[in-house]
Structure formats: structure tokens, C-alpha cells
């Protein structure tokens, strides 16, 4: 068997003896030199990631490189062929649930990730299934998902894949037979993290944060040794309760732009996507979500900057050591999210070339920020927004208009919380600079609650109810008149669109830049596209009968090249699915998709099916339809719509036969029907009277679908 050398870091910390778990900052480690060993050439080394770019073979990571610019040189596919390009084969998956992993490719086998945290291993040139793994997360579990139980891929690294499951497990499995070669819990089981991001392996080192901060967590990120599953190092986003010690000195700075006692209900913060590492400087680049609860008056009495929520941080890749951070929206309270991709470059800005980061987080401004300090170089929206004029030239702090916290009266903001561009990744070309960026118009109605009591199952956001005069109705309005979505090939040295291609339905997903001249990008109405990087023509597009939201990927074997891709929307967000366009669901299941050259395969495609409206005649309720509204909004609409509208895999209640008979209705929402399917029980949030106003509003939305 061929060999390479490399040489090994010793254990990099102790763990503190009484929790399991590292302090934020260990004492200084004590690096041990191992002799040479030899390693199998098919092993994953650090080497192989950081020269990943020169790599057309393969896709080793999620980004394909530490930079995360998702862009392959390869340019066998161009636009003078492209209209050859056709299904080399197809994986049908066993689940219609959202479908938003990136594969990794390596040694002629793809490794990917589907709903429900399952893993697979198929051939690369056929599809061919090779090995799955099921972590067999609980049904019931799926409550805790606030965006389906969706997953967005694995890391690589030695003989080993990993990842993470929905019910807060990281994973390591031997990449050539699947077996599991260890697990370990990276959250308290009793509180509400979820894991649906992919992690990154740094020198042996797997990186993994989480989700929950709508369900009252405090947010993190860690760092697991890849051989034993050992904990190295922990970095908290937000400090917890200043009685109990601050775990370093970055969490006692954060806590002076803290107010109240915002521990109590969690802080949110959590690390729930994007990362990114510049190996010359050693910095790993994480992305920081939202507070919990959103509203700023309730979580900190309105005052402080709430540190480090929606920022980006920087870190000491090796011990989890703050460095800087920039906060995009300070003392946020819309769900304004800093977990968007994070991309990294070399640019010339001014006639100096810059080592910059650069993110579209949900505020709906574009950044480009300096990498190695953390200053603040430009930005600008990319897409409309009412609730900042600007970004303040020198700091990049952002000025923020009349009434948009939402105190007194509630406001229309633009974006809403799904934002102007949401997880899908971003891509970049090289040859013109540009970032080709999905983005999407949203607004949502904020309003102050007032007061908050912590839920045990539904969302804690301290939000309250829109029924007094809104401050600024026209912008709903405004917002609704807006193109849906768009992809934008963005210029991040003019902060200015070069181009743009606009979608009549909501939703987008993520690009794939290659050296053929070519973005490509599926749409929410199942169709992926192929355009031009320079000027934006469509030089290709395939109906695939499902959405692509994550990132395809592009390899090469036998000097083939493929471009892959994984479809299906599942029941993320509805909202964002095409709600609005009036599509009828196709009800089939996900599918790891193939292209390359020549390659004639068929897709079944099932026509869309409109469901049988309901007789609404044939049952009664003495339920209140008004409050039934406003408990739907607060536990029922994430998963089933807005509105009690849904084009994703999970039901539409409008045409539900389960509202129609008030027991059955009561067995699933607090009995736990169905929880193996992840519709849990809500009982410890809601009565029977809350159930049945639910159902009497669901009655009411049935018997207003046309016939």
C-alpha cells in the first residue's frame, strides 16, 4: 500500500474534572512530537484539505476549501458543451423530507447526509449504494427542529467521515464500511439543541456548533479530537450567569453588553452554519445566530450591544481562543442571523491587496471585512430593506430607522426573519471577482410582547400580537411587490450587482462556480440552471421535478467531469418553497442527482397533485378562531405555513381530515400521535381549549379553499 509521512500532535488539553467538559480557555497545552507513522494514502491529511484548490478530482470538504468559494477550476462542462449535458444516474432516497446536504467526494465515492441525520456512501461513476447509517434519532425529537429535521453534510479527515444528528450527537464513521467508530453527546439531552450544520476538521480537530436559540438555549462551539471523540476545547457565544464564573475573558467582555438577567431564558447565539479557517493565520471563522428570546426589550431590558450575538468570530483554531469579532447587527431583535456563509479571498481593494471575509448574513447587507483584524472595509444591501439607511463608513455599525425596535407599535421589516439571503451557500469565480449570491425579498410584522413565560415546546421569541395599528403598513405592501427571489452575481469591490436573474417563486439555494464560464443553481420550482459567470445569460436547465437547495458539487473521474446534486424541499419554512405560486406538491421522495456529458438517464417525475378540498359542513366547534390564529402563528406555522398554507412534505392542515373530528385532532397535537413521525406532543404548552381554538381557525382556513 502507498504511504506519506506525517507527524502527529499530541493531546492537546485535559479535560475539567467535574463537567466533562473543557474550560473556554485550557491552560497552556503541552504539545508532544510522535514518531513518523505511516499513513495510508487513501487517509485525509491536513495537507490534502489546505491544497484542496489544486484538487479537481475531488470535493474534500464543505466548502471544497478552508476559503469555503466553492469553485472548481474544472472546465470540461462549459458553455459550448453544456447543452450535452445530461443524468449520468440517480439515488432515490427513502424520506420527502428537505434534502439540504453538500456531498463530499473522495476516491471515486460520494459521502452525503440525508433528513433524520442518516448517512450514506454511493459509487461515484454509477450511484451504486455502497453502505448507509441511520443514528436513528427519536421521532419525537423533530419539535426540537425548527426548520425540519434537515442535515447539511459530513467532514473528512484520516479514515473517517463525521457528523452531526438533530438530536445534538457528532458522530465519527469509518469511511470504508460505515460503521460507527464513535459517538458523543455535544449538548445537555434535557435542553433543545438541535445539530443540522456540517463540521470542518482542522488538524484533527472536528469543529461542531448548534441550533435552538428560538427554544431557549445558550449557543456554542466545540472542538472534538477525530480519533477518540474527546472533547478539546469549548467556545460559548454569550456569557451565562455571572454568579457561576465566566468561562474565559472574552464571555466577562461580552457580559458588560448584557442586561437583566438574560440567562434565565437561554441568550441564544447559537452556531448553527456557517464556518470557515485561514490555516496562515491560524483563525477558524464562525458565524453567530440570534438571540433568545428575538425581542431585544425582554432578553435585556433593551439595552446593550448583546455581544456576541449576529457577529462573526474569530478564533485560535487550536484552542478555541477569542481574537476579535465584528458584530453586523448589534442588539439584534428580528432574527437577523451572522450563520450565513463566510467566504474568504485575497482581493485588491484601492490598488492594495486585501486578505478579507466576506458575508451576506440575513440583515441584508453584503460585508467585506478584513480577516486578520476584524476592521470593517465596505458594505452595502443587496437587497431592499426599511430598517437601516446605511452602515456607518468607519465602523460598519448600522443606522438604524425610526421605530424598528418594535417597542410601542408593531413595525414592517424588511427583510423579515427568513432574510435577504438565508443559509444556501454562496460561490465565487475567480476570473471576474464575482460572489453569485441567492437571495430572496421577505418582511414580517414585529411586535413587543410585553412580557414572556418560557415555552417547553414551542418557540420563545417575545413576540406578541399585530392587531393595533401597524407603524408602517405601507412597506408590507412594498415588499410584497418585490421580485420573490434572485440569484445576484455580486461585485465586492464596488459592493454593486453585475448582474442579476430573478425568480417568480420564493425560495433559492446555493451555487457552484466552476472554470467553465459557468454558475450553476437549482430553483425552487425544481429546475437547475446553468448561467453564464460574467453576464448572467442561461446557457442550460434541467427540470428535476424537486428543488436543489444546498450546494452542488462538481469531480472528476476517468477524466470525466460530473456536476452532482442533491433535490428536495421537504418542509422547511414552507414560505420560502414557492407558497405564493400557487404550486401543488409533487409528493415524491429526495434524489442525489448525477450530471456529466453525454449522459442520456431519465428522472420520474410525478405531475403535481392538488389535494381534495374538505366538507368543513360535516363537523362543529365552539373554538375561537381569533385565538386559534394566534396559537397556530406562535406552534403550528413554522412547520405547516403561514397562514395554515404549505407546499413542503409536511401536511397541509387545510386539507387534513384529522380537523375534522376534535378527538382525533386532541390524540396527535397532545397525545403524541404521531411523534414518531416528528409531530411531538405540545401538551406541556397547551390545553385543550388551545387545541380546539387551533382547530376551529384550521376549520375556518379549510372552508375558505376554493372548491
Known amino acids: 500500500m502507498k504511504t506519506r509521512v506525517f507527524c502527529q500532535l499530541g493531546l492537546v488539553a485535559l479535560l475539567a474534572a467535574c463537567s466533562g467538559e473543557q474550560a473556554s480557555n485550557p491552560p497552556a497545552a503541552v504539545i508532544e512530537q510522535t514518531p513518523e507513522r505511516q499513513v495510508p494514502e487513501e487517509f485525509i491529511t491536513a495537507q490534502d484539505i489546505r491544497s484542496a484548490a489544486s484538487n479537481n478530482a475531488e470535493w474534500l470538504t464543505y466548502g471544497r476549501t478552508y476559503a469555503e468559494d466553492r469553485y472548481s477550476p474544472l472546465s470540461s462542462i462549459n458553455r459550448d458543451s453544456v447543452q450535452q449535458l ?15 446536504a453538500t456531498p463530499l467526494v473522495i476516491d471515486g465515492v460520494v459521502y452525503f447526509t440525508s433528513a433524520w441525520s442518516k448517512a450514506f456512501a454511493v459509487d461515484a461513476r454509477t450511484g451504486t449504494e455502497l453502505w448507509r447509517y441511520d443514528p436513528r434519532v427519536p421521532g419525537r425529537y423533530g419539535v426540537n427542529a425548527c426548520c425540519d429535521v434537515v442535515n447539511r453534510g459530513m467532514a473528512a479527515w484520516g479514515d473517517k467521515v463525521y457528523f452531526g444528528t438533530i438530536d445534538g450527537r457528532l458522530i465519527a464513521l469509518d469511511r470504508e464500511t460505515g460503521e460507527e467508530a464513535w459517538s458523543v453527546e455535544t449538548a445537555d439531552p434535557e435542553l433543545r439543541y438541535t445539530i443540522t450544520g456540517a463540521p470542518r476538521v482542522i488538524d484533527g480537530r472536528v469543529i461542531i456548533g448548534n441550533g435552538g436559540a428560538e427554544l431557549g438555549v445558550r449557543g456554542y462551539v466545540s472542538a472534538y479530537d477525530s480519533e477518540s471523540g474527546e472533547m478539546l476545547w469549548r467556545f460559548y457565544t454569550v456569557p451565562g450567569n455571572p454568579a457561576d464564573g465566566f468561562e474565559s475573558p472574552a464571555m466577562e467582555m461580552a457580559a458588560q ?56 468570530v474569530a478564533l485560535r483554531a487550536d484552542t478555541g481562543e477569542y481574537v476579535w469579532h465584528f458584530q453586523t447587527t448589534p442588539a439584534e431583535s428580528w432574527d437577523y442571523t451572522a450563520t450565513q456563509h463566510i467566504m474568504l479571498a485575497d482581493i485588491d481593494i484601492n490598488g492594495r491587496e486585501r486578505k478579507v471575509l466576506m458575508q451576506a448574513p440575513k440583515n441584508g447587507f453584503f460585508y467585506v471585512i478584513d480577516r486578520t483584524n476584524g476592521e470593517f472595509i ?25 421605530g424598528i425596535r418594535y417597542k410601542d407599535q408593531p413595525m414592517v421589516m424588511m427583510p423579515g426573519p427568513l432574510g435577504g439571503h438565508n443559509w444556501y451557500p454562496m460561490s465565487r469565480d475567480p476570473a471576474t471577482g464575482y460572489v453569485f449570491l441567492p437571495t430572496q425579498n421577505t418582511s414580517s410584522v414585529y411586535s413587543n410582547s410585553g412580557s414572556m413565560e418560557k415555552n417547553n415546546v414551542g418557540w420563545n421569541l417575545g413576540q406578541g400580537p399585530s392587531s393595533q395599528p401597524i407603524r408602517n403598513p405601507q412597506d408590507r405592501a412594498r415588499s410584497q411587490a418585490l421580485t420573490p427571489s434572485s440569484l445576484i452575481a455580486w461585485d465586492p469591490v464596488t459592493q454593486s450587482p453585475a448582474w442579476r436573474v430573478d425568480y417568480p417563486v420564493y425560495g433559492n439555494s446555493g451555487t457552484l462556480a466552476t472554470g467553465g464560464g459557468l454558475v450553476f443553481q437549482g430553483s425552487a420550482d425544481g429546475v ?180
Not at 444516474?89 to 439540504?100: A, P
Not at 445566530?289 to 439595552?303: A, F, Q, T
Not at 428543488?547 to 424541499?569: K, R, S, W
Not at 409528493?587 to 366538507?615: C, D, H, Q, V, W
Open 528 to 707: 437547475f440552471h446553468a448561467y453564464g459567470t460574467d453576464d448572467g445569460v442561461e446557457y442550460w436547465n434541467r427540470e428535476v421535478g424537486d428543488a436543489i437547495l444546498g450546494g452542488p458539487v462538481t469531480y472528476e473521474l476517468d477524466g470525466e467531469q460530473y456536476v452532482l446534486a442533491l433535490a428536495g424541499q421537504g418542509g422547511a419554512i414552507p414560505l420560502t418553497m414557492g407558497l405564493l405560486s400557487g404550486n401543488h406538491p409533487r409528493y415524491m421522495n429526495g434524489r442525489l442527482i448525477a450530471f456529466k456529458l453525454g449522459a442520456t438517464g431519465e428522472l420520474s417525475i410525478p405531475e403535481p397533485t392538488p389535494p381534495e378540498p374538505l366538507n368543513t359542513d360535516i363537523t362543529t366547534t365552539r373554538g375561537d378562531t381569533l385565538a386559534g390564529a394566534a396559537a397556530y402563528g406562535s406552534y403550528c406555522s413554522v412547520c405547516h405555513g403561514p397562514a395554515a398554507l404549505s407546499v413542503g412534505s409536511i401536511p397541509d392542515l387545510r386539507f387534513s381530515s384529522s380537523i375534522l373530528n376534535q378527538d382525533a385532532f386532541m390524540s396527535i397535537v397532545l397525545d403524541g400521535l404521531f411523534a414518531s413521525r416528528g409531530m411531538a406532543s405540545f401538551a406541556a404548552d397547551l390545553g385543550a381549549i388551545d387545541v380546539e381554538n387551533i382547530r376551529a381557525y384550521l376549520l375556518q382556513q379549510a372552508a375558505a379553499v376554493p372548491r
Open 257 to 312: 453588553t448584557w442586561a437583566g438577567d438574560w440567562w434565565a431564558l437561554g441568550g441564544g447565539g447559537t452556531v448553527w452554519d456557517s464556518m470557515a479557517y485561514d490555516p496562515e493565520l491560524n483563525l477558524l471563522y464562525i458565524g453567530v445566530g440570534n438571540g433568545s428570546p428575538w425581542n431585544h426589550e425582554i432578553r435585556s431590558n433593551g439595552e446593550g450591544d448583546n455581544l456576541f450575538l449576529s457577529s462573526i
Open 86 to 100: 445530461g443524468v449520468a444516474w440517480s439515488f432515490e432516497l427513502d424520506t420527502n423530507r428537505g434534502q439540504e
Open 378 to 402: 465596505s458594505g452595502n444591501n443587496y437587497v431592499e430593506i426599511n430598517w437601516a439607511s446605511g452602515l456607518d463608513p468607519v465602523t460598519g455599525r448600522p443606522i438604524e430607522a425610526e
